[in-house]
């Protein structure tokens, strides 16, 4: 019987696929809308309660960048609903990090502009932010997470005293960690990192300085987490997938004109 079930609602889940930017078959259930709302409201939050750089030359960097981007994207993929606009904000904040919701914004850390030290090393993470938001990513997790939840309250509410349901229960949600959450969140970067190496490229962004950025990465954390428990791929696997994909970047970035944003 619970074999059944849980046949039956792996079955639904993957009756609504559609595919992402590259053609990854992906499934995403949450309107756009909603997904937007949520990327606003999460953005005025963190406006509101974070402090935020107000120096005009790293402002003029961040939205210089990010703009190139965002214009490169239509160019791209024709295709993708992206938003008219996008905002941008320069968080004070030390974590080499940056995030992109949405609904069109984008959030940068001022620590990132020590590791990711020219215009071009900053549009690949930006490009790779911006690629998780196109392909839909945020909304793909909580599609799993939702159907993750959902298949393990009905193996709870079906498991007759065949087995213990508190132990079936532990055990699928382990197996759906290991089995379903952590390699998509994998698969969501690599993926990311390849839409973001060829919009940094379209945008005119020298794609080859992606690599540069990962290896200032490496020099700033060489205490990495165990790969198969990790929900970020090493910085190794993530350089050599962009060096897979660094020949059909080139291409695109010798096409077009140069990204006019001027350091720091």
């Keep these: 019987m619970v074999r059944w079930l849980v046949v039956g609602a792996l079955a639904l889940l993957l009756s609504g696929c559609d595919e992402t930017p590259t053609g990854r078959n992906r499934i995403a259930w949450i ?15 963190m406006r509101h309660t974070m402090p935020v750089v107000t120096d005009p030359a790293i402002k003029r960097l961040a939205e210089c960048v990010s703009v190139e981007l965002v214009d490169a994207l239509g160019e791209s993929w024709p295709e993708v609903d992206i938003p008219n606009h996008w905002d941008v904000v320069v968080f004070d904040n030390p974590m ?36 998780h938001v196109i392909a839909r990513h945020g909304n793909e997790r909580l599609t799993q997470q939702l159907g993750i939840q959902a298949v393990l309250m009905v193996i709870g509410l079906a498991s007759d005293g065949e087995v213990s349901s508190d132990a079936l229960i532990r055990a699928l949600g382990l197996g759906s960690q290991l089995g379903i ?12 990192d390849r839409i973001g190496l060829q919009l940094m490229a379209r945008a005119g962004f020298n794609p080859k300085h992606s690599i540069e950025l990962w290896h200032n990465m490496m020099e700033l954390d060489d205490q990495q987490p165990f790969e198969l ?36």
């Design 31 to 45: 309107p756009q809308a909603m997904m937007a709302d949520m990327g606003n409201e999460t953005f005025e939050q």
């Design 96 to 131: 080499p990090n940056a995030f992109a919701l949405p609904g069109g914004r984008i959030g940068i850390n001022s620590g990132l502009l020590q590791v990711a030290q020219t215009p071009d090393q900053l549009a690949a993470v930006i490009g790779h932010e911006i690629g």
């Design 181 to 192: 959450t952590l390699p998509f969140s994998r698969a969501h970067e690599v993926e990311a």
């Design 229 to 264: 428990l990790s929900t970020h791929p090493h910085h190794e696997s993530r350089i050599a997938v962009l060096e897979e994909s660094m020949p059909e970047a080139s291409e695109v970035f010798s096409s077009v004109p140069r990204a006019a944003c001027s350091p720091l």
